[in-house]
């Protein structure tokens, strides 16, 4: 089946760094991926869509500055943090289908955990 | 902006019995898919359900959708402890490439 591959799945960074997420599709290619963000023992929050080729979709809220997104393949993504402070601790995880597959499961990643002290 | 409610929001059983959850959800929909989370780790795919479905099963799992109160079901016979995990249904709104949305989720334990 279609595997996606979260990197890395943990990093500590100190406050005002940067931190990158990479995403990756390894089986298939992926025109879209999306990006969630998910608190303790709460649910997942989509930040943005991102689009293979051209700029990624925010959600109302998500600042696209502080969170850049960038999709330069067909099977990568990438997700920095920039200027990172500790309310932007949480988990982070991506998620893709298929190239050319519509309303079908959303294959994720094992997600990064972000401690930013 | 989340759109599924799971309820309830944790249930702790013994192996051997069933666990249901269930889902409610605001807007109309194109399918609904349930996953599971095991604690720190990414969603895994469990079984999606089409809006002119009514029931399906895969393996010991039952899925019910009822779209006149927009609402689902996902039924766990004969639990094992490798149950254990969150479950979280998510919505799939219109056709295309297009993200889920995400309810709450119900925190199972299954107890040996």
């Known amino acids: 089946g279609a595997v996606v591959s979260q990197h890395p799945s943990r990093v500590i960074c100190k406050s005002g760094t940067s931190v990158k997420i990479e995403c990756r599709s390894l089986?298939?290619?992926?025109?879209?991926m999306f990006w969630y963000r998910q608190f303790p023992k709460k649910s997942l929050m989509l930040m943005a869509t991102?689009?293979?080729?051209?700029?990624?979709?925010?959600e109302q809220g998500v600042e696209k500055d502080k969170f850049l997104i960038n999709h330069a393949s067909l099977t990568l993504s990438t997700l920095t943090v920039t200027s990172a402070h500790p309310e932007d601790s949480s988990f982070y995880i991506c998620?893709?289908?298929?190239?050319?597959?519509?309303?079908?499961?959303?294959?994720f990643g094992n997600g990064t955990r972000l401690t930013v002290t | 902006s989340q759109q599924g409610e799971e309820d309830p929001q944790a249930l702790s059983i013994q192996e051997g019995e069933n666990a249901t959850m269930n889902c409610s959800y605001k807007t109309s929909i194109n399918n609904l898919q349930w996953y599971r989370q095991n604690s720190g780790r990414g969603l895994v795919h469990l079984i999606l359900i089409r809006s002119n479905e009514r029931e399906k099963h895969s393996g010991r799992l039952r899925v019910t959708l009822d779209t006149s109160k927009k609402s689902s079901s996902l039924l766990i016979t004969a639990s094992r402890a490798a149950d254990t995990a969150s479950y979280f249904c998510?919505?799939?709104?219109?056709?295309?490439?297009?993200?889920?949305?995400f309810g709450k989720g119900t925190r199972l334990s299954v107890i040996a």
């Open positions: 998510a919505t799939d709104r219109r056709s295309g490439n297009t993200p889920l949305v």
């Open positions: 991102s689009n293979e080729g051209s700029k990624a979709t925010y």
């Open positions: 089986d298939f290619q992926a025109t879209t």
């Open positions: 998620s893709a289908r298929g190239q050319g597959v519509v309303n079908s499961p959303l294959h």
